[in-house]
């Protein structure tokens, strides 16, 4: 059964009047405005009742003919029909061309009657004056019959012009509704919706009833003015726009959901070039945003288990020859970071030539689904293509097939790698076609124009007669002029939904293929294709059920139905393709199917797009694989939290480190916090505030180490705990994801060696006093007896012995920080102050620098005054030690967003960017030339971190090789 909206549609397609009503009480479902006319009333008669519509014919027969047609489905015609209509008030009596036919569901069932009719009054008072003319003048008869006969003809070509209408119409629904995108037609200058399918109308969230207003009357003030600028702009400039990943809101369900849509405004012509429609094809692309944002979710997970377990990454799309590595794999065969991959010139070049064939081979046999089901696994020696270093690694991945068993995609990884695999799909848009216009009405134009010269030539009786022909040349022009407009919105509908048309004459046997329809078929567009040719093409499996389809089609049980998908394998190029194809089946008076009609449509990328979304699980599933070996040797527990819903997961090994309750899911992570020790809780619920606070340049990481609190079940632990938040587009926090890793005996191990440094350095105090003290004993007696050389050498001695102390001094700190003795004595204080007494001393001890101090305002903070000086004046004496002399040092703070910045800039050697993430560790220190004459253990800037962390602020450094460094700390600014 026809909607309403399909029963509206194919009533306006028709260039005549027609309505079309259904059930026994004959309601109006649809009527065009051709009918309306003829009836003379307005649109509000849809859903009325036939005699409460037209009162009028109560008496006249029609609504007894209607019966009979309803219920024995029997069709009736009537050439000259008569009938009684009010016209201004009063009865006229017209004269129709009418016809009556059933409609009839899937099933078979009669649910309505359509109703077309051409009024031929004019023509009908004509053939009466035309008898009366006759009985006068009887010797012209034989050119009044002949007349006739080409009236007849023309009536003839009307009616053949109305089945193709009739024909074009019902394609022009297959493709809307069968359509995969949304699609619509909207006037260019009433912004009127002439045609929607169901999609674009739930995209719009309006119904059918929408059709046919303006977009004002059935969208919001804000929809509407946003569409109609579009459409002007299309109009105006007379090309299409397009869009990708448009955000839209929908209500499914009775709730809101965030879609997003690619869409195309397509401009429509008339004969004369104008725009005077705009097309809109949307296509609905949140599956793959959703699949795509998982893989992203996942794919971090992995990236935070290969930081904590180091292991690496590769990924080769085999169809497009395409190979991915992460930063740990280019290191181990010495790739630039920024240089493409390739197979053969970085992956087969860089294997030492003694394994080359083994592991190549390796790679065949992975390739091979019988021989090893996509398992590789190998070990095998790499040159690194920098500095000809040769190491072995471990490869272990798999092969992903198709359904044909072919090699897709071969991921996996190599042992100690940092980096992760990003992936991403990129969707292909095919290309359309076009369609041939039909020219069968040129062919009528030039038939009319031959009638109507010959009526010109008749005798001057029969001017009504000639009178009457041009009138059917006038309405035929308008018919043609309707039909080509209908066909090019229908080329462009067909053009945007990439299909072709193909229409089999069974009477004759003859088909027509449009260029698309063969192209999909693989033929060339000059090629003369007959039906039982085209059979040879399907797939073998395929054509089975082919056949079976074609045979239900043309049952006239089945009402011509025929929908279906299926392979071809192209006659000239030998592709494989998949076809949607769909059309309908036209019976006689007898059952007997006449023509078969519809559209075919190239599915090969959305059959592709569903292997690749397999492809894509597939893929989250080996990395969730990978994930959990990683996870099992390293003994990590990952959690998994979900800020929006305050829903926080916890694995089985992160249950067991915090002593959590056996269960998967918690709705409050109060449960945690309750684990940590005192100490640490404040520490802990900062650095993971921090993580959810978006900033660009911290990415939402988190990189932390603490303590867990002894139970009578568990003793004291120390974990070090790695995430990330991720963010929307907005910056709002949705997820924060990452890994624990006990490191307990770890932690236990650097105890040990704090306490040996500290004790030691108690140890060596004693001694450096005592010779502190004897080097003074013999200063005084050099100078005493004016021993120049004795004072000289007691002198360098005693410089040694203050930088031994001082070192002592410094392993002692670290022992303290590590045993969380280091004290921090917060005061109120102004940083101006402290800046100024920064100032005042170096200025009077550099002197192989120039020393720049920028003004600082008033800025008052709590914090213990010494520590923060101790960091200033450590970051001021590094600037000296690292830069050349006489290069410019410049201090400056500076208050924003309530913190504090401090920052000291050399002009110095700078440090080199793998280097830049370790400079606050303990004890590091950067390699290099230069590094050889400078001295320190690499403990300064470590306290300087430690400092400013417990004061709850942050430590960095920006360096460019060459250039220089910018050292910088943030503090809290009070009020």
Same mark, same amino acid.
């Given at each position: ?15 005549? &009047? ?10 109006? &479902? ?49 050439? !000259?029909?008569?009938?009684? $209509? ?7 009596? =017209? ?93 260019? %200058? #009433?912004?009127? +919706? ?86 809109? %094809? ?24 290969? =930081?904590?377990?180091?292991? @690496? ?24 970071? !920024? ?20 592991? $190549? ?20 020696? *790499? ?6 270093? +040769? ?53 009528? /134009? ?52 990439? *299909? ?82 769909? @059309? ?17 449509? !190239? ?23 990978? $994930? ?42 109060? %449960? ?8 640490? *809780? ?6 993971? =505030? ?40 907005? &910056? ?24 040996? +440094? ?47 102390? #001082? ?9 303290? %920080?590590?045993? @969380? ?64 002399? &006489?290069?410019?040092? /410049? ?61 709850? @602020? =942050? ?9 220089? #460094? ?10």
């Amino acid at each position: 059964m026809l909607s309403p909206y399909a029963q509206q549609t194919l009533v306006n397609a028709l260039p005549i &009047g027609a309505a079309i009503f259904t059930g026994p009480e004959h309601l109006i &479902g649809a009527v065009n405005p051709q009918m309306l006319a003829i009836w003379s009333k307005e649109a509000d008669v849809t859903g009325m009742k036939l005699l409460d519509a037209i009162p009028e014919i109560r008496d006249q027969g029609f609504f007894e003919l209607m019966n009979d047609v309803y219920t024995s489905g029997k069709e009736h015609h009537n050439p !000259d029909g008569q009938a009684e $209509l009010l016209v201004d008030g009063q009865l006229q009596t =017209k004269y129709f061309d009418l016809s009556f036919k059933p409609l009839r569901d899937s099933a078979g069932r009669i649910y309505g009657v359509v109703n077309t009719a051409v009024d031929v009054t004019e023509r009908t008072l004509y053939s009466k004056q035309l008898q009366q003319v006759n009985e006068e003048l009887s010797a012209v008869n034989e050119e009044m019959e002949a007349s006739g006969e080409e009236l007849r003809t023309a009536y003839d070509q009307l009616e053949h012009t109305h089945d193709t209408l009739v024909i074009t119409s019902q394609i022009a629904e297959l493709l809307l509704e069968s359509a995969p995108v949304a699609v619509g037609v909207i006037d260019a %200058v #009433s912004f009127k +919706i002439d045609t929607a399918n169901t999609k674009l109308l739930e995209l719009w969230g309006v119904d059918r009833q929408a059709i046919g207003k303006p977009l004002a009357e059935v969208l919001s003030s804000f929809e509407s003015e946003l569409l109609t600028n579009l459409i002007l702009k299309v109009r105006d400039a007379g090309h299409s726009l397009y869009g990708n990943d448009v955000k839209t809101m929908i209500e499914r369900g009775g709730a809101w959901a965030t879609t997003y849509y690619n869409f195309v405004y397509q401009p429509i012509r008339n004969g004369k070039g104008e725009v005077i429609s705009v097309q809109i %094809v949307a296509n609905e692309v949140t599956d793959q945003r959703n699949a795509k944002a998982d893989v992203d979710a996942v794919l971090v997970q992995l990236h935070l288990a290969q =930081k904590a377990a180091h292991f @690496g990454v590769f990924d080769l799309d085999v169809v497009n020859d395409k190979l991915y590595w992460d930063e740990r794999t280019r290191k181990i065969f010495g790739v630039d970071p !920024d240089k493409a991959i390739g197979y053969s010139s970085d992956f087969a070049e860089g294997l030492h030539p003694n394994d080359r064939e083994r592991t $190549l081979q390796a790679v065949i046999d992975a390739y091979d689904q019988q021989l090893t089901g996509g398992v590789y696994d190998v070990e095998y020696r *790499v040159v690194d293509a920098a500095n000809g270093n +040769i190491c072995w690694v471990k490869a272990v991945g798999q092969v992903y097939f198709n359904s044909e068993a072919e090699p897709q995609r071969f991921v996996g990884t190599v042992v100690d790698i940092t980096g992760a695999v990003e992936a991403r799909q990129k969707l292909e848009a095919s290309e359309v076609q076009q369609q041939e216009l039909n020219e069968e009405l040129s062919a009528i /134009n030039e038939e009319l124009s031959a009638v109507n010269e010959e009526y010109q030539a008749a005798n001057e009786e029969l001017t009504a007669m000639n009178d009457e022909l041009r009138s059917i040349q006038e309405e035929r022009t308008l018919l043609h002029r309707e039909l080509e407009i209908r066909e090019e919105r229908l080329r462009f509908a067909m053009k945007a939904a990439d *299909v072709g048309t193909w229409d089999l004459d069974i009477v004759n046997n003859q088909v027509s293929w449009d260029e698309r329809c063969k192209e999909l078929y693989g033929f060339s567009k000059d090629d003369v294709v007959p039906y039982e040719q085209v059979l040879k093409y399907m797939h073998p499996d395929d054509m089975p059920h082919v056949n079976e389809a074609v045979m239900y089609a043309l049952d006239p049980a089945s009402n011509g139905a025929y929908d279906i998908e299926f392979r071809t394998i192209g006659a000239e190029d030998q592709r494989l393709r998949w076809l949607h194809c769909c @059309g309908k089946a036209f019976f006689d008076d007898k059952g007997s199917a006449y023509r078969f009609s519809g559209i075919a449509q !190239d599915i090969t990328v959305q059959k592709m797009q569903a292997d690749e979304l397999t492809l894509t699980l597939l893929k989250v599933k080996e990395k969730e694989e990978q $994930l959990t070996s990683a996870k099992e040797a390293a003994q990590l527990g990952l959690f998994d939290w979900d800020l929006v819903n305050k829903v926080y997961n916890w694995d089985a090994r992160f249950r067991e480190i915090f002593n959590l309750p056996d269960q998967d899911t918690f709705q409050d992570n109060s %449960v945690v916090f309750e684990r940590l020790h005192p100490d640490d *809780v404040e520490r802990v619920r900062q650095a993971a =505030k921090r993580s959810q606070t978006y900033d660009r340049s911290s990415g939402g990481s988190y990189d932390i180490q603490y303590r867990i609190s002894a139970t009578e079940h568990s003793p004291e632990r120390w974990v070090r705990a790695i995430g990330k938040t991720l963010f929307s587009e907005e &910056g709002t926090p949705l997820r924060f994801i990452g890994s624990v890793l006990d490191i307990t005996e770890q932690k236990q191990e650097e105890q040990r060696r704090i306490d040996f +440094i500290g004790i030691v350095s108690h140890e060596l105090r004693s001694p450096l006093t005592s010779l502190n003290g004897y080097l003074q004993m013999l200063e005084m007696s050099a100078k005493k007896n004016d021993d120049q050389f004795t004072n000289n050498v007691a002198a360098k001695a005693k410089r040694q012995v203050g930088k031994m102390s #001082s070192m002592i001094t410094g392993f002692l700190d670290v022992a303290r %920080v590590g045993e @969380g003795k280091i004290n921090i004595d917060n005061k109120p204080f102004d940083m101006a102050d402290l800046v100024k007494a920064a100032e005042s001393e170096s200025l009077a001890t550099i002197t192989s620098h120039t020393v720049i101090y920028h003004p600082v305002e008033h800025t008052p903070v709590l914090a213990d005054q010494d520590k923060i000086e101790q960091v200033l004046i450590n970051f001021i004496n590094n600037a000296v030690k690292y830069s050349p002399q &006489g290069t410019t040092i /410049n201090v400056s703070a500076v208050t924003q967003n309530r913190q504090v910045r401090v920052c000291v800039k050399d002009e110095g050697m700078g440090i080199p960017a793998k280097d830049l993430p370790y400079v606050f560790d303990r004890f590091y220190r950067v390699d290099g030339e230069h590094m050889k004459t400078t001295k320190g253990f690499g403990i300064g800037l470590y306290l300087c971190r430690e400092i400013i962390e417990r004061h709850g @602020g =942050k430590i960095g450094v920006q360096s460019t090789l060459g250039e220089g #460094s910018t050292f910088w700390f943030e503090i809290p600014v009070t009020h």
